[in-house]
């Protein structure tokens, strides 16, 4: 009966060791041209049937790193169903880093000899041959300069990208969009660090490509949805904030992504 007992506590044990590390996430690792890259993944259980499970990459702000962006968009409580990829950036330079200290991503196709787009590609062959995906439902998140990289995904992978949903970021003008997609943009009006006016030529440009021109309707307090005729919508939320990322963003993205797939 005790040695009973001891399995079965040690059964117990395992699985909550187990249920922890599903909680933090695993760090993966990727060599990209002889550098090595990581990202903290999270990855529903395998399902007794074949679910193909949507998959969201989420990149923090210049400065940032994976271990806090995965606790600040927590995207992964909001959808469990989904598979969300939190990568680590490398030093970058920015208008607000010149020297390039701190951990960011690329703003524009070529620069660092194209690390992060490379990273990209890697991260999301590995996420196929590891889980069920469905490749109608990969979708592109971050903050500041991460809601940057996601309109640079957009721009140079957006065959692969069902919607983007970005806070406080801007496409930088050597990129262009061409493809439609669903874009959420979350920005702050007294943004100086990434400047209000740039982020909103972003979302006019968007919303041109999005076919999304019309007046707009009002969807909240601070939020406006533009249909589109080629069923690829632009949602704004423009707050009277600054440079921040608002606490009920993971929700409203989540939400957005939930209704659109390739």
Same mark, same amino acid.
């Given at each position: 009966m005790k040695l009973e007992i001891r399995t079965i506590l040690s059964l117990v044990i395992l699985a909550a060791a187990a249920q922890a590390v599903a909680a933090q996430g695993t760090?993966? =690792?990727w060599t990209i041209d002889g550098v090595k890259r990581q990202a903290l993944v999270f990855a529903p259980k395998p399902a007794t049937n074949d679910i193909r499970h949507p998959v969201v990459f989420a990149w923090h702000g210049h400065g940032g790193n994976m271990q806090g962006t995965s606790q600040q968009m927590h995207i992964q409580t909001v959808w469990p169903e989904a598979i969300v990829v939190y990568a680590q950036?490398?030093?970058?330079?920015?208008?607000? @880093?010149? =020297?390039? +200290?701190?951990?960011g991503w690329q703003t524009e196709a070529g620069q660092n000899g @194209?690390?992060?787009?490379?990273?990209? @590609?890697?991260?999301l062959a590995t996420i196929k041959q590891n889980h069920s995906v469905d490749d109608a439902r990969i979708y592109t998140t971050g903050f500041s300069n991460g809601g940057g990289f996601s309109y640079l995904?957009?721009?140079?992978?957006?065959?692969?990208?069902?919607?983007?949903?970005?806070?406080a970021g801007r496409l930088f003008p050597a990129e262009?969009? +061409?493809? +439609?997609r669903p874009l959420l943009a979350i920005a702050g009006q007294a943004d100086t660090t990434?400047?209000?006016?740039?982020q909103q030529q972003t979302i006019e440009d968007a919303r041109q490509v999005d076919n999304a021109t019309g007046n707009g309707q009002s969807c909240?307090?601070?939020?406006?949805?533009y249909a589109s005729t080629s069923q690829t919508p632009v949602k704004t939320f423009i707050h009277p904030?600054?440079?921040v990322y608002p606490p009920w963003a993971p929700t409203e993205i989540v939400k957005f992504f939930k209704n659109h797939h390739l």
């Amino acid at each position: 009966m005790k040695l009973e007992i001891r399995t079965i506590l040690s059964l117990v044990i395992l699985a909550a060791a187990a249920q922890a590390v599903a909680a933090q996430g695993t760090v993966r =690792n990727w060599t990209i041209d002889g550098v090595k890259r990581q990202a903290l993944v999270f990855a529903p259980k395998p399902a007794t049937n074949d679910i193909r499970h949507p998959v969201v990459f989420a990149w923090h702000g210049h400065g940032g790193n994976m271990q806090g962006t995965s606790q600040q968009m927590h995207i992964q409580t909001v959808w469990p169903e989904a598979i969300v990829v939190y990568a680590q950036g490398l030093p970058s330079q920015s208008p607000v @880093d010149p =020297n390039g +200290t701190k951990p960011g991503w690329q703003t524009e196709a070529g620069q660092n000899g @194209d690390r992060d787009l490379k990273l990209f @590609d890697a991260m999301l062959a590995t996420i196929k041959q590891n889980h069920s995906v469905d490749d109608a439902r990969i979708y592109t998140t971050g903050f500041s300069n991460g809601g940057g990289f996601s309109y640079l995904l957009w721009a140079e992978r957006g065959k692969k990208i069902a919607a983007i949903g970005e806070v406080a970021g801007r496409l930088f003008p050597a990129e262009h969009l +061409t493809l +439609t997609r669903p874009l959420l943009a979350i920005a702050g009006q007294a943004d100086t660090t990434d400047p209000f006016a740039l982020q909103q030529q972003t979302i006019e440009d968007a919303r041109q490509v999005d076919n999304a021109t019309g007046n707009g309707q009002s969807c909240g307090q601070v939020c406006k949805f533009y249909a589109s005729t080629s069923q690829t919508p632009v949602k704004t939320f423009i707050h009277p904030g600054a440079h921040v990322y608002p606490p009920w963003a993971p929700t409203e993205i989540v939400k957005f992504f939930k209704n659109h797939h390739l």
